[in-house]
DNA sequence: GATATAGTTGACGTTAACGTTAATTAAGTG
DNA sequence: CACTTAATTAACGTTAACGTCAACTATATC
């Protein structure tokens, strides 16, 4: 199942580039074992690139993101101080999340009145373009 | 309470710098109307930018931004087709709001369970730390 | 053993979204 | 009216996040 994928097939499994992982290799955020020269990428790699992916898609810049995945990383068995290093971290993370959720229910809302006003005017219209249903 | 904003206003206002409200400008975004050559932000300047940084926070470019933007302002006695296409827009535009949703809620029961673990262990350290406590 | 197929490493190119600097101008102030 | 202050245009610079291309290599297949 979790059998180590080649480069191409990686890359095809999450729809990105064979480019777009070496650039990621290289910025320290999947470390693919090597068979000779060739990269095979594992279950940690791939865990790590979904997380990738998804701070992408809310906006978090590639170094964002290595920081989100750290912190995730970094959880097993730390020191004390960084314990709670770790929990102020996951705080301010937290908060960044709620203030995204905001804004995209404030959009929401206001896509949803844009949307009635508009099928209010195409009932309206309707009724005029065929003053005969309006009329009987 | 709606008087038209200097651009060092506007931006301070926003928390952006004049370079970037003039690059908004030739971008399409923003038509302040001149004093001479200076520049005057209206209240419709303050809403289109409102939608456009609230567009990036969100993981927007600005080009998809101005599309969202569009989106809204076309909406007032509109022809017909345009309102049925603004309707599907409107649609695909929720689907993908809510599908950053959903990688927001992961993100964040995913934090929870980290952080969840991250007390344990804390606790787990400070009862050990501390023999007294739990020998008593 | 020639050749087709994937993969590798540079290295330079590209696009978006501004930053920065310079040269110019208009407006207010003592 | 000399001078400071804020704004303008024009142009080049910068950074992130890859794209693209070239030259090379390892493997498998006919």
């Known amino acids: 199942m979790d059998q180590a994928l080649s480069i191409a097939e990686f890359a095809e499994a999450f729809g990105v580039t064979p480019r777009t992982l070496?650039?990621?290799?290289?910025?320290?955020?999947?470390?693919?074992?090597?068979?000779?020269?060739t990269r095979l990428y594992s279950e940690r790699d791939k865990i790590r690139l979904k997380l990738t992916l998804?701070?992408?898609r809310l906006g978090?810049?590639?170094?964002?993101?290595?920081?989100?995945i750290n912190m995730?990383?970094?959880?097993?068995?730390a020191e004390n101080?960084?314990?709670?290093h770790l929990c102020r971290k996951i705080?301010?993370?937290?908060?960044?999340l709620i203030s995204k959720m905001k804004d995209i229910e404030e959009t929401l809302?206001?896509?949803?009145?844009?949307?009635?006003?508009?099928?209010?005017?195409?009932l309206e219209d309707s009724s005029v373009d065929k003053p005969e249903s309006a009329v009987k």
Chains 1, 2 share one sequence.
């Open 22 to 37: 070496r650039f990621y290799e290289q910025k320290g955020i999947l470390k693919p074992v090597r068979r000779g020269r």
């Open 54 to 56: 998804r701070g992408k």
């Open 60 to 68: 978090f810049s590639l170094n964002e993101c290595i920081n989100i």
């Open 72 to 77: 995730y990383d970094s959880s097993p068995a």
């Open 81 to 84: 101080l960084q314990l709670l």
């Open 91 to 96: 705080r301010e993370h937290r908060v960044q």
């Open 109 to 122: 809302s206001a896509m949803d009145s844009v949307e009635e006003q508009c099928l209010a005017q195409l």
